[in-house]
């Protein structure tokens, strides 16, 4: 079981930041996010534009704003479980918290800061009548490890890099056979990628086919067709034993809206006196809450971490006093 | 009056709203639903990545051509037609009076 101070529920520029400001109170956290890497939107959505409203920064590309962060946090030495979802809260006997993720990964800390910036990414799904009932039954979201495709049919859906990367990966002597399923002719990837599967396409070694989706599944318990509708040609079948529809991830409130806090149009409502919810212990900052007045801005979500914090501590140790001492005086952060 | 333009908008439960809407505030159709209540939810705030403010042009207005952005959402989208765009591609402007959408379904 991983015990911290602080344990923080997303590691966007919130929650990354939330590290440093316990820090210097010498508390120590641990982040949980369900992306693979930390920056939440801004390292998986939009890590090339610039920002312009970061005080002391007239422009800064959200990635680079994600790796200034991890290097100013570096000195405390947060620990991070990546690729998995907070799922399940509860309390042990010494009023602890103890988070257990997706993955079975139980973290043990007595505050929570929830930082979850939108919610959740999660896969976008395709809106076909029984898809769920063909998860783990051949349709599949990620590609965790290529070898389970080995010897198999496939069918991906996608324009983008990730369904051109893994199109070219599997069709070289992984899968028995590669169709490429996308709306439109025109792909939006690396141009390399795409060069890449069009000559795989004009080779004969995947089906390419364009301006058509997916519309239905079928099979006997597990996956064994996918129809295929083209814009003017009508539907046709395509026998498979997988489809992986890569369309992008998209936010969404998840287990979060089932941790009884209150929620109101998917944030949470917190006291601005120092971002608690209606759970004593448990914190919410940046995007995902929600009080009068609120702004959705990062720099709104720093200035809520530091509030934070210092209730944070005070109830961790209530018996000591807080005497806010500044960086400059203090000299250089570090545990 | 002036600056000002007439939008019709016709939600997921085909109920049609009539929105007035300023030209002079360099808003677009997104951030107008959204100051009228109206379930999109903008999530990327007008970035053209995120798809939450997809929506189909009934009316036969002409409007600027989709970017390379637009479309590229637009890939991740579902239930996409000829006259689908992107709410927050849309500028409103003068000759946009009476132009009528409707909400494309969300996930």
Same mark, same amino acid.
């Given at each position: ?15 990354? +930041? ?61 620990? +991070? ?39 959740? +990414? ?179 979500? +720093? ?33 | ?5 007439? @939008?019709? @908008? ?90 009528? @959408?409707?909400?494309?379904? @969300?996930?």
């Amino acid at each position: 079981m991983i015990q911290t101070d602080i344990l923080i529920v997303g590691a966007g520029p919130c929650g990354l +930041f939330t590290v440093f400001e316990a820090g210097l109170l010498k508390l120590k956290c641990h982040l949980i996010d369900s992306l693979p890497q930390p920056g939440g939107q801004c390292s998986e959505i939009y890590p090339k534009k610039p920002i312009y409203d970061i005080p002391a920064y007239p422009t800064i590309l959200a990635g680079d704003l994600t790796n200034r962060l991890m290097e100013q946090i570096k000195p405390f030495s947060p620990g +991070f479980t990546l690729g998995e979802r907070a799922e399940v809260i509860e309390k042990d006997d010494e009023g602890q918290f103890i988070v257990t993720t997706n993955r079975g990964t139980k973290h043990r800390a007595p505050i929570i800061a929830i930082a979850a910036g939108l919610g959740c +990414f999660e896969p976008r799904k395709p809106p076909i009548d029984n898809l769920e009932s063909f998860e783990d039954k051949g349709v599949e979201y990620i590609i965790k490890d290529p070898e389970f495709y080995r010897g198999k049919k496939v069918v991906i859906s996608g324009g983008g890099d990730s369904a051109l990367d893994w199109t070219n990966f599997l069709a070289d002597g992984v899968a028995s056979e590669v169709t490429l399923v996308h709306r439109r002719t025109s792909f939006r990837g690396h141009p390399d990628s795409v060069q890449k599967v069009m000559d795989l396409a004009e080779a004969g070694k995947i089906n390419l086919v364009t301006n058509s989706e997916v519309v239905g599944i079928s099979g006997d318990g597990n996956l064994q067709s996918v129809e295929v509708k083209h814009k003017s040609d009508g539907i046709r079948s395509i026998e498979t034993d997988h489809w992986i529809p890569l369309f992008g991830l998209s936010p969404k409130l998840g287990p979060i809206g089932e941790w009884n806090l209150n929620i109101s149009k998917n944030a949470i409502e917190v006291d601005t006196l120092d971002y608690s919810t209606n759970v004593p212990g448990i914190y919410a900052i940046g995007d995902i809450n929600t009080y009068p007045g609120k702004l959705k801005l990062i720099l709104c979500g +720093f200035h809520e971490a530091t509030l934070m914090v210092q209730s944070a501590y005070k109830r961790i140790y209530p018996d000591k006093n807080l005497v806010l001492k500044y960086t400059t005086v203090t000299g250089k952060p570090g545990i | 009056m002036e600056n000002m333009i007439k @939008v019709f @908008v016709i939600d997921r439960d085909d109920n049609r709203h009539e929105l007035d809407a300023p030209t002079d505030m360099n808003m677009n159709m997104m951030e107008l639903c959204r100051s009228y209540d109206l379930p999109v939810e903008g999530t990327c705030g007008g970035m053209a990545m995120c798809a939450s403010c997809h929506m189909y042009v009934l009316s036969s207005h002409k409007l600027t051509e989709r970017s390379e952005d637009e479309e590229d959402m637009l890939d991740e989208a579902f239930f996409v037609e000829d006259n689908s765009r992107l709410g927050c591609q849309i500028k409103l402007a003068s000759d946009l009076d009476r132009i009528e @959408v409707k909400l494309a379904p @969300v996930g």
